[in-house]
């Protein structure tokens, strides 16, 4: 057997070299498909049900059929991870609406395709959680609620590319993205968060953020350690005057930011509370019972 991960494709696995979908896939033409990016933490995956339920209501909002039902997509999930001896992992869950021909409509395409892809993932440096990353605010605005909104994880992620593509450009780690009222909204890949005299704040829903998975467990690690949540809007003046402020996302866990468009927050250093939140969230992701065994 070769050494290389297997990724799932409709039901077959295939060496990584050899995964491939076709170019007439309306996921690559057009960007019409979803996703869902899920960790494994020591053989159990994290989330899994929340994961694919969020997948299920972004499919719905696209009205695309997924194929498979919730319990076989979390099997396929379990089933890659054991193919490829993986217990901690980075997973790519994905349904594309399938092959059609060059027009955009969506009833070209009979049958949606499933891939599952078990790898690792590295987003920022090693020390990011210990000394926090560097941001800038980009002039790319998130899309409103009412048209291609972030809330759906499609496979469209240009607005994050994009704004993805700034932060690189100003040499800083991570972008951070309004709306188009000019609230603060979310990161390219990231929820986001504000402390201030104690108390934590993140913005509402009509910004048209994805709600995030990693979002609800610091909800829940922060009403554990005493500290009240609120949902507001956030202004980049509160941003920058922030006593401390975070970004929360599967792929980067909880990570303190230490700057926003070179305006150091408080002391540049993470502070007290994202440091608890951080130590807590940790602890969640080793709890057998808040995920789906491999
Ligand atoms: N916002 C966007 C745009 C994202 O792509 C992600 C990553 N899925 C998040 C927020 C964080 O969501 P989660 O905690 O579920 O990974």
Not at 225 to 251: H, K, M, R, W
Not at 261 to 277: E, L, M, S
Request: some cysteine; charged content about 25%.
């Amino acid at each position: 057997m070769s050494n290389e991960l297997q990724i799932y494709i409709d039901g077959t696995f295939y060496p990584k070299s050899q995964a491939k979908i076709s170019v007439y896939d309306h996921g690559l033409l057009y960007g019409d498909g979803v996703f869902e990016g899920i960790r494994a933490y020591n053989g159990v995956v994290f989330k899994l049900r929340e994961h694919i339920q969020r997948l299920f209501d972004s499919a719905h909002a696209m009205m695309l059929q997924i194929p498979l039902s919730k319990e076989l997509m979390a099997q396929a999930v379990t089933e890659t991870l054991r193919k490829n001896n993986l217990r901690d992992a980075y997973i790519r869950l994905v349904v594309t609406r399938g092959v059609g021909d060059l027009g955009l409509d969506p009833r070209k395409c009979p049958k949606p395709s499933v891939i599952v892809i078990a790898d690792l993932i590295k987003v920022h440096e090693a020390d990011a959680k210990t000394k926090g990353i560097t941001t800038t605010i980009s002039w790319i605005r998130r899309d409103p609620v009412d048209a291609t909104t972030h809330e759906i994880k499609s496979l469209n992620y240009l607005n994050s590319v994009m704004a993805k593509i700034e932060a690189n450009i100003s040499g800083v780690d991570e972008a951070i993205c309004l709306d188009k009222n000019g609230s603060v909204c979310e990161g390219v890949g990231e929820n986001l968060f504000v402390v201030k005299k104690g108390r934590i704040f993140t913005p509402p829903s009509s910004v048209g953020a994805l709600p995030g998975i990693t979002a609800i467990s610091v909800v829940e690690a922060a009403h554990k350690l005493g500290y009240e949540v609120t949902e507001t809007n956030i202004t980049p003046y509160q941003l920058i005057n922030a006593d401390e402020v975070f970004f929360s996302g599967t792929a980067v866990e909880v990570v303190p930011i230490r700057e926003v468009n070179k305006r150091q927050i408080a002391d540049g250093v993470p502070g007290p509370v994202t440091k608890r939140i951080i130590a807590e969230f940790h602890k969640t992701t080793l709890d057998r019972k808040q995920g789906t065994p491999i």
